[in-house]
């Protein structure tokens, strides 16, 4: 029985694990942590026979050649055991390639991008679906990819949002389309530089049959015809300022698409509920996969008509005496936290802090400066934030250090400033004080419903 190694714990480890079972692999499930909920996760694996060893670095020798090393989207694709698995011959897979191999005979959408990923990736799946195509939304969002390869009931379309983690680990990868979100420094603690995070990104689309790019960002649209000569190309600007010959645009409040030379109206830019000019960018992207995969636009108009929107990413918690309370947690570096700001009233009150990544802040605190009547600061960067907001000319922040802290305090100051809104859009990653940005996001709402909905 062939031997394989799946490396992290998380949703995506256990569903790779379980689809190896299934084709008959020993399935041995490794992770460095451990706790009360690993432990009964472990107990529940234990009962499919699949072994899991928590507190547990595996190494390897030259008898471990036959196994197949499946790594979780969390883990660095470059840490020493990887490296000496490679060097021994050891085939080294992320789970997306993993799942590609199950799934490749069914037609893909791949998203990527540094911002607007999962917005743009569970309105093309809502487009998707409205047009009555069985289109799970998976990766990064929705179920693990792997679980997808599990399900009795093959899919029509996969619609899956790609982290620059997922993409580097995976080797035959070539989606059906792949759209590019926009492009800002990010993850550079693991991917060293700007170009290395680019060249991941890139690998993705260059293996993609059709290629949707944001005309709107600065980096991509600098690339322009030059690097990717048969992209379609989005703007909310106008039909003036779209790349190239093809592609889709915004003008007169319409969504229009441009692939022969007459142009044809698709959906009214009004029909999304969403706020912000990034969120007419994410609806073009999405209209163009759907169009350019022979979706009618009937189902587009219903889809985008009646779409939620994302949780923790401009998600409206409660209004109360007047205040909407608004929760981006999903906005974990600067560009998008400069977004969230952006697309709500003023004065606003921003609650923001958590573990700090590399980057440029210099937009998001002229954004501050500019919409913020006060500034609340939790988590490890909330020093650093104060110093960096003396040192623009900004004195009127509060470091709480918690959400439970900052909660009550910006109901406070909202009325004490008449802000229309208390925003949560922390410009960092969570790690320092939850596991992720959606349980973030969850503290925030029940903190909402503790002391204001009474």
Known sequence: MPQALIIGFGKSGVAAARLLKQEGWEVELCDSSTSLALL????????EHITVKLGNTPEFTNSDISKLIVVSPGVPWDIPILAKARELGIETIGEMELAWRHLQDIPWVAITGTNGKTTTTALTAAIFQAAALNAPACGNIGYATCEVALSAKKPDWIIGELSSYQIESSVTLAPRIGIWTTFTPDHLARHKTLENYYNIKAKLLHNCQIQIFNGDDVYLSKLGLNHWPNAYWTSV???KFLIGEKGFYIENGWVIEKITPTPQAIVEVSALRMVGEHNQQNLLMSVAAARLAGIDITAISQAVREFPGVPHRLEHICTWQGIDFINDSKATNYDAAEV???????PAILIAGGEAKAGDDTAWLAQIQA?????LLIGNAAPAFANRLEEVG???YHIVETMENALPMSAELAKKYQASVVLLSPACASFDQYPNFEMRGEDFRQLCQKYLLL
């Open 40 to 47: 009964e996760q472990q107990q529940k694996l234990a009962s």
């Open 237 to 239: 600007k106008g039909e």
């Open 340 to 346: 969230g700001l952006a697309s709500v009233q003023s």
């Open 371 to 375: 919409k913020a009547a006060a500034v």
């Open 394 to 396: 900004y004195s009127n």
